[in-house]
């Protein structure tokens, strides 16, 4: 069995003024929220349990999460300083159980199919403690590039460095299990922030799985509006099931609609 640990506490402080009135992960792509398609996808993959962290707009985050078809699968942490990453992981160990986690920072979008990301884990060269997930990206000052070898295995790892040796980058998405969940417990705080305290430990003992589909971090105005664009052309999307979000949104007369609408008038100012 696969759990899964969606990173849904971020601040957003590049989105603003956008989420100075919506966390990052209730962000609409296409009138459905970022958190709502992440659901989706990781439950038709019969992954459980799902635990989401909260800390900015808790209360918004935790009322969404209640009304969710998936909630059953769900477990809802809050946290009241921001842990990093890795602290997130080690404070969630036993929600999270003896199981192979995809650890995932939801306030990206990304459409792939989670059954290949975790095959891609279990078939890892041998001595890999974790499987990353790569994309191409048209920005890779801003990304953390990985140069790997023939077997797929990440040899360098460059985090948002100016002219980086290539655009295939690290999407923030990873497949692991026991042993490095173990490490980044026994790790204590040096290990909080994967991307600086688990990830360069890890050269020659990382294998990569590339997404072919869609990736693309909505953390900022600009890219949240392109985002409209690119993602249904993309992965042609059916339609819309009806979504708890346009509950949260329509409440107290509207007034969430139209706080978040005269938002995005200043964004795009």
Same mark, same amino acid.
């Given at each position: 069995?696969?759990?899964?640990?969606?990173?849904?506490?971020?601040?957003?402080?590049?989105?603003?003024?956008?989420?100075?009135?919506?966390?990052?992960?209730?962000?609409?792509?296409?009138?459905?929220?970022?958190?709502?398609?992440?659901?989706?996808?990781?439950?038709?993959?019969?992954?459980?349990?799902?635990?989401?962290?909260?800390?900015?707009?808790?209360?918004?985050?935790?009322?969404?999460?209640?009304?969710?078809?998936?909630?059953?699968?769900?477990?809802?942490?809050?946290?009241?300083?921001?842990?990093?990453?890795?602290?997130?992981?080690?404070?969630?160990?036993?929600?999270?159980?003896?199981?192979?986690?995809?650890?995932?920072?939801?306030?990206?979008?990304?459409?792939?199919?989670?059954?290949?990301?975790?095959?891609?884990?279990?078939?890892?060269?041998?001595?890999?403690?974790?499987?990353?997930?790569?994309?191409? =990206?048209?920005?890779? +000052? %801003?990304?953390?590039?990985?140069?790997?070898?023939?077997?797929? @295995?990440? $040899? #360098?790892?460059? !985090?948002?460095?100016?002219?980086?040796?290539?655009?295939?980058?690290?999407?923030?998405?990873?497949?692991?299990?026991?042993?490095?969940?173990?490490?980044?417990?026994?790790?204590?705080?040096?290990?909080?922030?994967?991307?600086?305290?688990?990830?360069?430990?890890?050269?020659?003992?990382?294998? =990569?799985?590339?997404? +072919? %589909?869609?990736?693309?971090?909505?953390?900022?105005?600009?890219? @949240?509006? $392109? #985002?409209?664009? !690119?993602?249904?052309?993309?992965?042609?999307?059916?339609?819309?099931?009806?979504?708890?979000?346009?509950?949260?949104?329509?409440?107290?007369?509207?007034?969430?609609?139209?706080?978040?609408?005269?938002?995005?008038?200043?964004?795009?100012?």
């Amino acid at each position: 069995m696969t759990a899964a640990l969606l990173l849904a506490a971020g601040i957003g402080s590049r989105l603003r003024p956008l989420s100075d009135v919506l966390p990052k992960c209730l962000m609409p792509i296409c009138g459905r929220p970022l958190l709502g398609l992440w659901l989706d996808a990781l439950a038709a993959a019969d992954i459980a349990p799902i635990v989401v962290n909260t800390h900015h707009h808790a209360a918004l985050v935790q009322a969404y999460l209640a009304r969710s078809p998936h909630a059953a699968r769900l477990v809802v942490t809050h946290e009241v300083e921001l842990l990093g990453t890795g602290g997130s992981l080690a404070a969630n160990h036993e929600a999270l159980g003896e199981n192979d986690v995809l650890l995932a920072h939801a306030d990206n979008l990304s459409a792939f199919d989670p059954r290949a990301f975790i095959g891609a884990f279990a078939a890892r060269p041998a001595g890999s403690l974790l499987t990353m997930m790569t994309f191409e =990206t048209d920005a890779p +000052e %801003t990304c953390g590039i990985v140069e790997t070898d023939a077997q797929g @295995l990440v $040899r #360098a790892f460059h !985090e948002k460095v100016a002219n980086p040796p290539g655009t295939r980058a690290n999407a923030a998405v990873y497949m692991l299990g026991a042993e490095l969940r173990a490490l980044v417990r026994q790790g204590g705080p040096a290990t909080a922030d994967f991307s600086t305290g688990v990830l360069p430990r890890l050269l020659g003992r990382m294998n =990569t799985w590339h997404n +072919e %589909t869609y990736h693309r971090d909505i953390g900022t105005p600009k890219n @949240l509006f $392109r #985002a409209q664009i !690119e993602y249904p052309l993309a992965v042609s999307p059916p339609p819309a099931p009806p979504d708890p979000w346009f509950g949260l949104m329509a409440r107290d007369n509207g007034a969430l609609a139209r706080a978040f609408t005269a938002a995005v008038a200043t964004a795009l100012a």
